[in-house]
């Protein structure tokens, strides 16, 4: 068995909310993080990286995964690919003293809350859902299809928030960054 040296924590919350943003801050604040890069089916788009942006594996390989117990997390997207979580290198990255970020959804929050109890989890809440829906409509990267779909997601993700650890409302990414990385050293202090 390994012996876990490092703390893992869960980033989750609704489509918009800045979550990218934030632990791109986070991560160059804080070089004893680890973020965990998620395995898929799928073939890689024009300029990703195999084990940069994802961990690119065959069907037969992540059924092999999910079959032995190496996946912390796992679901499948748009009735096609599916991704997930490998256990082993989160469990290699705590074996090394690092502290692992997991940013997932909320299902595969609540999978890791199973498979990982130890896991500290956090939200990250948008001010007001008037500013949620302002966020996401002014990107102008979805379509009103899709804009509402996921919309509608992120209602359901932000009615299952007591279910976190800790919940940080992003009014400003340098507040929400400063809080995400003062939970962390608190939870790394033993």
Request: net charge negative; glycine share 6%; charged share 25%.
């Amino acid at each position: 068995m390994t012996i876990l040296e490092g703390h893992a924590f869960v980033v989750c919350g609704p489509t918009a909310v800045g979550k990218g943003t934030i632990l791109q801050e986070v991560l160059a604040q804080d070089p004893n993080l680890w973020y965990s890069v998620s395995a898929t089916t799928r073939a890689p788009r024009p300029g990703e990286i195999d084990g940069v942006h994802y961990l690119f594996v065959s069907a037969e390989e992540f059924d092999d995964l999910v079959a032995h117990d190496g996946m912390l997390e796992w679901a499948v997207v748009h009735k096609i690919h599916r991704y997930g979580t490998p256990r082993k290198p989160v469990e290699e990255a705590m074996a090394q003293g690092k502290n692992v970020i997991l940013e997932l959804d909320l299902d595969g929050a609540r999978q890791v809350r199973q498979s990982m109890p130890q896991v500290r989890q956090i939200f990250i809440a948008p001010p007001s859902w008037e500013e949620l829906e302002a966020r996401l409509r002014g990107r102008g990267t979805e379509s009103e299809e899709e804009q509402e779909r996921r919309l509608a997601t992120a209602r359901t993700e932000l009615a299952a928030q007591d279910e976190f650890d800790d919940v940080i409302v992003n009014d400003t990414v340098a507040n929400a960054t400063a809080k995400l990385l003062q939970i962390f050293s608190q939870s790394t202090v033993n």
